[in-house]
Each structure stands twice: as C-alpha cells, then as structure tokens.
C-alpha cells in the first residue's frame, strides 16, 4: 500500500494545502455515496422485490477510488499507509480478542 500511496500523488494538481484536503475529505464522501449505490440500486429497485446482484467490477473501481482519496488523505498528513492499516488490525484484535 505504502507504493501506492506513494504513486497517487503523480496525479494531484498541486495547491494549497487546504485545498487539496478538502478536495481529498470531499471525495471520500462522495466514492462512500458511490460505494452505496453499488448496493443499493441492484438491492432495492422499485422494479421488483427480487435483489438483483451486484456489479462487481462497479463496485471494485468505486473501492479503488475511494482507497485513492483515503490514501492521498493519509499522506497530506504524512501517515504511512501501511502503518495505519497495521495498528487498525492491532486495534481490532485488541477489540474482538473473544472471537479468535
């Protein structure tokens, strides 16, 4: 992940700090809106009560997306990536140590 966060700034206009993480916090909200409606549409179209199944590959680029906003966040703030998802998981085990 730390590669990859390393590349994404490739494809950033350079501005000023503020501006780059509002542009980055206004993207994930709007790719988490699009995760969502990844689920929702085919789940609960007013065409029928049958869930239909989920586009996948729709749903794998709106992820991308959003790791790309989370990413470009994380390194404004010059937070290793990898790091962060490191402790996530030692917060988790700490959390759910009953369900190992």
């Given at each position: ?9 490739r ?17 994930i909200?709007?790719?988490?809106g699009e995760?969502?409606?990844?689920i929702?549409?085919?789940?609960f ?8 199944e989920v586009?996948?590959?729709?749903l794998?680029?709106e ?5 790309f906003?989370?990413c ?5 703030f ?16 700490r ?6």
């Amino acid at each position: 992940m730390n590669e990859y966060q390393n590349n994404i700034r490739r494809f950033q206009k350079p501005a000023l700090f503020e501006t780059e993480v509002t542009h980055a916090l206004l993207g994930i909200g709007s790719e988490a809106g699009e995760i969502l409606d990844c689920i929702k549409k085919p789940w609960f179209s007013p065409r029928d009560d049958v869930p239909r199944e989920v586009d996948h590959k729709h749903l794998e680029e709106e992820i991308g997306d959003l790791l790309f906003y989370v990413c470009w966040l994380a390194a404004l703030f010059h937070i290793d990536i990898d790091a962060a998802a490191a402790t996530n998981i030692t917060k988790l085990e700490r959390r759910y140590a009953e369900k190992k």
